[in-house]
């Protein structure tokens, strides 16, 4: 089952593009989506939600190691620097 990114910051087209690129080529481990992520985003972190009941796949991945408040994401660039 392809799984459903719940991308942050949802803001930047480009790490969203680059996530979703990733998962189009057949990387379906978290791990290996993390990995790839870092080549370009260091502190990119991949996070799939693990509940028992839910039958979709969710994967967060945070560019920035964590969730990134929305006006946050406006005044941080591509590499995280102010």
Request: charged fraction near 25%.
């Amino acid at each position: 089952m392809r799984p459903i990114l719940i991308l942050n910051p949802r803001g930047d087209s480009q790490f969203s593009e680059q996530a979703r690129m990733i998962l189009d080529t057949g990387d379906g481990d978290p791990h290996a989506m993390q990995r790839r992520l870092r080549a370009a985003y260091p502190a990119a972190v991949v996070r799939p939600r693990e509940l028992s009941s839910e039958a979709a796949v969710i994967w967060y991945v945070y560019r920035d190691g964590r969730w990134t408040p929305a006006e946050t994401t406006q005044e941080v660039d591509r590499a995280g620097q102010p």
